[in-house]
């Protein structure tokens, strides 16, 4: 790695930043009883370890309760792991789903919760160990941080100022953004402070960092795969051998940014 420190630091938020798979555990249940349960009831013992293995898998709001109903239908945790993308595709078509409308129900799940308890839903979500000391320390250097995430960014400002992190919503790319975190990247790179900034992105999902890889305009921002965040033993190992994608620990991340290679 050529570049020693950034002037830059782009961070997705679940994953790297934040752990919010009590939550999602919670909201994919709630959405799995309405579903198919009618009517809300209590998780089978052990079914929130098994999902919380399976996150990676996940890619859109939808599968949660997916990913649920073929844990509870026997799949093994191995074969739902390994082809979760065609398993997924056969549970909508024999049980007749449509991903809208399962999307809906996730959405409206989280969406009551939110309202009926919002200091309950946030207080499922948790920090990452040293993270918040880390980004404290990361704003008083003087690089400019940025959250890029698909969460709503109110809820991201909300958790982070909780931790005593405070950000400005201008620093917050969320849901509200709609567009792909490689363009959020061109925009930062177009109006960076620096004249030529050393733009750095940590992320945990390996496919949204081999969809920036080879684009040719973000050759000069450095990838980082948050090995502790959702991702499989897998895609770690993918990381590993990408030139472009460096793989980095929870240490090295909680580490000053010249020390993580
Ligand atoms: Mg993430």
Request: charged share 20%; proline share 5%.
């Amino acid at each position: 790695m050529t570049q020693k420190q950034p002037t830059l630091l782009a961070l997705d938020f679940d994953g790297v930043i934040c752990d919010g798979l009590l939550e999602y555990f919670e909201t994919a249940w709630r959405a799995y009883c309405r579903i198919w349960l009618a009517g809300d009831k209590t998780p089978p013992e052990g079914l929130a370890e098994i999902f919380y293995r399976l996150r990676p898998v996940v890619e859109t709001g939808w599968e949660m309760p997916c990913v649920l109903r073929s844990i509870l239908q026997g799949m093994p945790e191995a074969e739902i792991l390994r082809n979760w993308s065609a398993i997924c595709l056969d549970l909508v078509q024999t049980e007749g789903l449509v991903p809208v409308e399962v999307e809906q129900v996730v959405d409206r799940v989280r969406d009551e919760w939110i309202t009926l308890d919002l200091a309950g839903w946030l207080s499922l979500h948790r920090f990452y160990p040293g993270v918040t000391l880390q980004l404290q320390r990361i704003i008083t250097e003087g690089i400019e941080l940025f959250i890029v995430t698909t969460k709503e960014d109110r809820f991201v400002q909300q958790l982070l100022a909780q931790a005593g992190v405070n950000l400005s919503a201008s620093r917050i790319f969320g849901k509200s953004v709609r567009q792909p975190k490689a363009q959020t990247l061109r925009q930062l790179q177009q109006s960076a402070a620096a004249s030529e900034p050393l733009i750095w992105f940590v992320e945990d999902r390996l496919k949204t960092l081999q969809t920036i890889a080879p684009q040719v305009d973000l050759q000069n921002v450095e990838l980082f795969l948050a090995d502790w965040g959702y991702n499989t033993a897998g895609d770690r190992a993918v990381a590993q051998q990408d030139e472009r994608i460096h793989l980095l620990t929870l240490e090295q991340f909680t580490q000053p940014p010249e020390q993580w290679s």
